[in-house]
C-alpha cells in the first residue's frame, strides 16, 4: 500500500508561478482577435474576471451564447493555444531558477520536508496512525499530477536520485506540448442548443479526449488511488470539472475505513489560531463544508478526512526567496575576485611588458 499525492494548480502558484486563469486573461484580452467570434469573446471575459474563475465551466455555460460547434471549438482553441504559451513561459521560467545547484538543493529539501511531515500537526492520534502506516516512506510514495507544468517533475525526479523510488509522475491532463487537455467531465455540463459531434466532444469533455489519446494515464491514475492506503490532495479544488475524480475519491474512502485523505485548502492552510480545540473546530467545519460540498451526509467519512489547520507544505516560492539573494550575492562576489585576480595579475607581470 502507498501513499499518494495528488498534485494540482496550487502547487505552480506556491512556486511563484502566475498559472491561475485570472493570470492568463490578462494577457490574452490583450490579444489580437481574429474573428468577430474571438473579438466577442474576449470582451465577455474581460467584463468579469470573477464570473470567469474557473474557465471550464464558464466556458461550459458561455457555449449557450455561440451559434454552432465550429464558433464553441473555435473560442476554447484559441485560448488554449495562448494559455500553453503563457504556461510554457512560466514553466521554462521557474525551471532555470531551479538550474542553480544551490537553490535547487533548497528546493529539493522542502520538497522532502513536505512530502514526510503532510499529516503532522492534526492531531496525536492521526501522528499515530500514520506512523503504523509507513506514510512517510519514499518507496511508497506515487504521485498523479493534475497541472500541465512539470515542474514538480523535475523536482521529483531529483528527490529520486538519493530516496529508492522508480515511479514516475502520472499526467491525468497531458503535459504542455503534448496532448495537454482541459475542459469539463461530461456533456450535461456543457449549455448549448446545438448538438456537439465527436470534434465537439473530444474538444472540451476531458474523459471523451484522454479515453482516445491516452487511455492508458487515465488506467494507471485509477489503479494509484486504488492501490493507495493514504491519500494526500494539495492545491486542487476538486471542482465539477475533475467530478469523475471526485468520485473515485468519494468511492475509495467508502471502500475502507482505513482509507485517510488529507486535503490541504489555501484558505485554511493559512488560517490562524490560539487553541489546539480551535484549530480541532476549524478542521470541523471545513470538514463540514467539503461533505456538503461533495453532497456527502455529515456523519459518514468524517473521520477519514482531514484539512490541516495553520500549516502549509511545498513552500517552494519562499525558498526561492531566501537563496536567490544569496546566489546573486555568490555570482556578484566570483566577478568581483575575478576581477581582482585579473588587477593582481597585471600588475605582477607589469614589469614583463616591453614598450617598442
Known amino acids: 500500500m502507498s501513499?499518494?499525492?495528488?498534485?494540482?494548480?496550487g502547487f505552480d502558484v506556491n512556486c511563484g508561478m502566475k498559472t491561475k486563469y485570472t493570470d492568463v486573461y490578462d494577457g490574452y484580452i490583450k490579444?489580437?482577435?481574429?474573428?468577430?467570434?474571438?473579438?466577442t469573446f474576449?470582451?465577455?471575459?474581460?467584463?468579469?474576471?470573477?464570473?470567469w474563475g474557473d474557465f471550464e465551466m464558464s466556458m461550459a455555460e458561455y457555449a449557450k451564447n455561440l451559434n454552432s460547434e465550429s464558433e464553441f471549438l473555435e473560442c476554447i482553441r484559441d485560448f488554449a493555444g495562448y494559455m500553453e504559451q503563457h504556461l510554457l513561459a512560466e514553466n521554462e521560467r521557474v525551471k532555470q531558477l531551479l538550474s542553480d545547484e544551490s537553490v535547487l538543493t533548497a528546493v529539493v529539501k522542502e520538497m522532502e520536508e513536505s512530502l514526510k511531515s503532510f499529516y503532522t500537526s492534526i492531531s496525536h492520534n492521526i501522528d499515530k496512525i500514520m506512523e503504523q502506516r509507513n506514510a512517510t516512506y519514499?518507496?511508497?510514495?506515487?504521485?498523479?499530477?493534475?497541472?500541465?507544468?512539470?515542474?514538480?517533475?523535475?523536482?521529483?525526479?531529483e528527490m529520486l536520485k538519493h530516496n529508492k523510488n522508480n515511479a514516475s509522475v502520472t499526467h491525468i491532463h497531458g503535459v504542455l506540448q503534448d496532448g495537454?487537455?482541459?475542459?469539463v467531465d461530461?456533456?450535461?455540463?456543457?449549455?448549448?442548443?446545438y448538438e456537439l459531434t465527436r470534434k465537439g466532444k473530444r474538444g472540451f469533455i476531458k474523459p471523451v479526449f484522454n479515453s482516445e489519446y491516452d487511455e492508458h494515464r487515465?488506467?494507471?491514475?485509477?489503479?494509484?488511488?486504488?492501490?493507495?492506503?493514504?491519500?494526500?490532495?494539495?492545491?486542487?479544488?476538486?471542482?465539477?470539472?475533475?467530478?469523475?475524480?471526485?468520485?473515485?475519491?468519494?468511492?475509495?474512502?467508502?471502500?475502507?475505513k482505513e482509507h485517510h485523505f488529507f486535503v490541504y485548502r489555501y484558505n485554511i492552510s493559512n488560517v490562524k489560531y490560539y487553541t489546539v480545540a480551535e484549530k480541532l473546530d476549524i478542521e470541523d467545519d471545513a470538514k463540514i463544508q467539503l461533505l456538503l460540498e461533495w453532497g456527502i451526509k455529515d456523519e459518514e467519512l468524517f473521520n477519514q478526512i482531514h484539512i490541516p489547520c495553520g500549516k502549509n507544505i511545498f513552500n517552494v516560492e519562499t525558498v526561492l526567496k531566501?537563496?536567490?539573494?544569496?546566489?546573486?550575492?555568490?555570482?556578484?562576489?566570483?566577478?568581483k575576485k575575478k576581477i581582482e585576480q585579473g588587477k593582481k595579475f597585471v600588475q605582477e607581470h607589469a614589469q614583463d611588458v616591453v614598450l617598442t
Not at 495537454?180 to 475542459?183: A, Q
Not at 491514475?221 to 473515485?248: H, P, V, Y
Open 322 to 335: 531566501e537563496e536567490l539573494p544569496k546566489r546573486d550575492a555568490k555570482i556578484e562576489a566570483d566577478i
Open 31 to 39: 490579444e489580437a482577435s481574429s474573428t468577430d467570434v474571438i473579438k
Open 218 to 256: 487515465v488506467i494507471e491514475a485509477k489503479r494509484r488511488i486504488k492501490n493507495s492506503l493514504t491519500i494526500c490532495a494539495f492545491g486542487m479544488s476538486f471542482g465539477d470539472s475533475d467530478l469523475s475524480w471526485r468520485n473515485e475519491i468519494i468511492e475509495w474512502l467508502k471502500e475502507d
Open 138 to 157: 519514499f518507496t511508497g510514495f506515487r504521485v498523479i499530477s493534475f497541472n500541465y507544468t512539470d515542474v514538480f517533475d523535475v523536482l521529483w525526479k
Open 186 to 193: 461530461n456533456i450535461s455540463q456543457i449549455n448549448t442548443s
Open 3 to 9: 501513499t499518494l499525492f495528488l498534485i494540482g494548480n
Open 180 to 183: 495537454p487537455v482541459f475542459g
Open 42 to 51: 474576449k470582451e465577455n471575459i474581460s467584463a468579469d474576471y470573477k464570473t
